[in-house]
């Protein structure tokens, strides 16, 4: 009779464990499905948006060509058919890979985006590196010194952080360090002898600082990351003053829990306190916010990119839309939420792994 109640529960911890797991794996599938309506939702209403002007046809060439020229060009594009038909001819291309052609320089949508989704790429992750050096550390030291001038002070750089715009930002960073001291450059992803350097190596990859690590040329990397500074500089700044808030609120509440007063009492310095016991609780909300931060990012990298001429997607879709060019905006938004839908896909997956109350 004992021996069945003893099995039951030595099974009860199992069941439990298998269930835990079966709930991580149900929701992690479900943050991945959801990436699919996402992407197809926004890609529905920006296809449809760009059509309210006219075809695009019109829009990129009108005044250019005849208009016997431009009916030409749109029958040859299709754009003289249904638009729910084009609607559906593009998701077509869309599902086989091809997002089409630009019209002004007749440029495939998909070099666009290997050629130049790098560029964003490594601006984003060298502003995030930014963001947590400035933010966290700031963060530690204001809750440290909460309601002291310190803590004062880092608030109020923290706003001023986020709510500055990322142009005017970039703006003093180029007077002070480019135009006022010569420190760094003021524009551009490398120097022209860099490119010059560049091309020739063999099968270049799309990121300048791989390929100057390949080389293991220290000039052509010092080049590289000095041309990275200030556009990292800028967009860093922006999330990380929202790093700074974070921190600092989640590590006031965490160094009042029992277990921090109880190692407090029993005496365990203060540095230890808040580096070993309270700053990984602290970071978990930076960890959740850090897909939404993404997108911010991706939204500021087209100004960004745009004042520091910084040849990313989101210098190359503000081109291409004062140019009026709807394939390439299309295919460049919709990369944008491709990226935006992943980013917060494996933010969800790094936050479920470190916190196990967001899986249920």
Do not use: C
Request: glycine share 8%; net charge positive.
């Amino acid at each position: 009779m004992t021996a069945p109640a003893l099995t039951t529960v030595e099974e009860a911890p199992r069941r439990s464990r298998r269930w835990a797991s079966g709930g991580l794996g149900r929701y992690l599938l479900t943050r991945f499905l959801l990436i699919i309506p996402t992407v197809f939702i926004l890609m529905t209403v920006v296809f449809f948006l760009m059509r309210i002007t006219g075809d695009p046809i019109t829009a990129a060439l009108g005044g250019r060509l005849t208009p016997a020229e431009l009916a030409a060009r749109r029958a040859e594009a299709g754009y003289d058919r249904p638009l729910i038909i084009q609607y559906l001819d593009y998701l077509g291309g869309v599902l086989r890979g091809d997002f089409g052609t630009t019209y002004t320089d007749r440029t495939p949508v998909t070099e666009i985006l290997t050629t130049y989704g790098a560029a964003t790429f490594e601006l984003v992750v060298y502003s995030v590196i930014v963001a947590l050096v400035l933010g966290v550390p700031l963060g530690m030291i204001a809750a440290r010194t909460r309601d002291r001038w310190p803590d004062a002070v880092l608030r109020i750089i923290a706003i001023l952080g986020y709510a500055t715009p990322v142009f005017f930002v970039g703006l003093l960073l180029k007077l002070i360090f480019s135009a006022g001291l010569g420190w760094l450059p003021v524009a551009g992803r490398i120097s022209t002898r860099g490119e010059i350097t560049m091309s020739t190596i063999l099968n270049p990859s799309p990121s300048y600082l791989l390929d100057a690590l390949r080389l293991g040329d220290l000039t052509l990397l010092r080049d590289v990351v000095s041309h990275a500074v200030l556009p990292a500089v800028a967009l860093g700044i922006l999330t990380g003053g929202i790093f700074l808030r974070l921190v600092r609120t989640n590590m006031i509440g965490t160094l009042e829990m029992q277990y921090i007063e109880s190692a407090r009492s029993r005496g365990v310095p203060e540095a230890r306190l808040t580096t070993r016991h309270a700053l990984r609780p602290a970071l978990i909300p930076i960890i959740t916010v850090m897909g939404m931060q993404i997108a911010m990012m991706l939204g500021g990298a087209v100004l960004t990119e745009t004042s520091f001429e910084w040849n990313g997607l989101g210098y190359m879709l503000a081109e291409y839309m004062k140019a009026r060019d709807y394939v390439a905006v299309q295919g460049i938004v919709m990369m944008l939420a491709v990226i935006v839908a992943i980013s917060n896909f494996v933010v969800d997956v790094v936050a479920a792994l470190i916190d196990p109350r967001v899986r249920y």
